[in-house]
């Protein structure tokens, strides 16, 4: 699953849809992964980042995972073709 | 390359909570690179905010509302124009478009120049007239009828589904959740725009906005789509964003190809869940937020001014996307005296 190509992000964790003109907030986590998927990482080789860098369940990290892409979807930020 | 000096009229100086675009427009001609100019502000009441703005305005007339007719406003236009020589005037009010419009041969025997949409452009883009003009041009309109009295929205209610939209043929929309609420409209809107009132179906989804100028040859010279991220009871955008977009440009780019649009306007459209997108009215002028599509790099209302004077206008192809307009209320504070002068003089 790609971000869609217009998306802007920034450092501080603010995401911006500049079709649609929402803009939403992300935590750390949130961006680290945002950031990865933009370099175009696979999820295993995301989760396994995430993994490495945090103290986390990967069951319970790929619940977390799981729903922070159902809200990309949600909010149309992802690019489903891609 | 020197700039050309203009005098130039400008209505819509109601800076209010439900805002005209002519103090947006004069912004946009004060920071023009190609004219300096000269602002005839043309006000119809005595405390358009507009009017008391001496840094953006030069000089301010009273005109006499549409409702006098077409005669009363070329007498004091002729008597206006006697005094400053206006080379351009931009209307910004659907209201008085038509009498403005009557007399554009009038104006420009005068001197005047203007750039507006054609008699058959302003009337057939008409909410009530919606329907066949989605079906002509080939857009996706909402449903909407037109009611002339109380009985209307009782029978043609039982063809739509609530809730629907109960608007004003020139401003004003409320939604009507139940045949009570759509009387109570009808006589709100009635009262103040006049018959017919137009009964639209609801269209959910999210309101997304085209500010554009045609040069009535089927040429889009410039469009800045936003969304509204702040709104105010009335249903004006408070605060709003510029989208990148490609298919609202496309749409308003046909638009302007099929009808040969001439002057400014604003399309506005509904874009559903479903993706789908519906026009739901055309506006037939430039709209308040004009200054942030100048913010974002089309200064549209220059280009207005080059066209209504037959220079050459390069057409717009970018803008900045994500620029964000907030407006705010200022307390501008004048001397009674001002106030005085023009309610008694009509100008000053």
């Given amino acids: 699953m790609k971000i869609k190509a217009n998306i802007a992000n920034s450092q501080d964790g603010f995401v911006f849809d500049p079709t649609t003109g929402d803009s939403f907030s992300l935590n750390q986590t949130g961006i680290e992964i945002i950031e990865m998927m933009k370099q175009n990482l696979k999820e295993e080789e995301i989760k396994s980042t995430i993994l490495e860098k945090y103290d986390i369940d990967s069951n319970i990290l790929d619940r977390f995972y799981l729903d922070f892409l159902s809200m990309l979807k949600q909010f149309n930020l992802v690019d489903l073709n891609g | ?348």
């Fill in chain 2, 1 to 348: 390359m020197d700039k050309i000096n203009l005098t130039i009229g400008v209505t819509g100086l109601n800076n209010t909570d439900n805002p005209g675009p002519g103090v947006p427009v004069i912004r946009a001609l004060r920071e023009s690179h190609a004219f300096n100019t000269r602002i005839i502000g043309l006000a119809y009441e005595n405390l358009e905010p507009g009017i008391y703005m001496k840094d953006l305005v030069d000089k301010v007339y009273m005109l006499p509302y549409p409702t006098d007719g077409t005669e009363a406003l070329l007498q004091r236009i002729s008597y206006i124009q006697s005094k400053e020589s206006m080379d351009v005037l931009i209307p910004n009010f659907d209201a008085e478009l038509f009498t403005f419009m009557k007399t554009e041969a009038r104006l420009k025997e005068m001197g005047i120049h203007t750039f507006m949409p054609t008699l058959l452009q302003y009337e057939e883009r008409h909410k009530s007239q919606l329907p066949a003009y989605g079906k002509k041009y080939g857009m996706r309109v909402p449903k909407s009828v037109e009611l002339f009295s109380l009985e209307d929205v009782s029978q043609k209610s039982e063809k739509y589904d609530f809730p629907y939209m109960i608007k004003g043929k020139f401003y004003d929309a409320y939604i009507a959740g139940n045949i009570d609420q759509a009387k109570s409209y009808f006589h709100k809107v009635s009262a103040k725009w006049g018959l017919p009132v137009i009964m639209q179906e609801y269209i959910t989804g999210t309101e997304v906005n085209v500010i554009a100028l045609g040069d009535g040859k089927g040429n889009m010279i410039g469009a800045v789509p936003m969304k509204k991220q702040y709104i105010t009871d009335k249903g004006k955008a408070w605060g709003g964003i510029t989208l990148d977009d490609p298919v609202l440009l496309e749409t308003t780019r046909q638009i302007i190809e099929k009808t040969k649009w001439r002057g400014g306007m604003e399309v506005e459209m509904i874009r559903t869940d479903d993706n789908e997108l519906y026009v739901i009215e055309i506006n037939p002028r430039i709209p308040a937020w004009a200054y942030l599509a100048v913010a974002a790099g089309q200064n549209l209302p220059e280009a207005l001014v080059k066209l209504a004077l037959g220079l050459p206008v390069k057409p717009f192809t970018e803008y900045s996307k994500g620029k964000i307009f907030i407006r705010y209320s200022w307390d501008l504070i004048i001397d009674f005296n001002d106030f005085q002068k023009f309610s008694t003089l009509g100008e000053s």
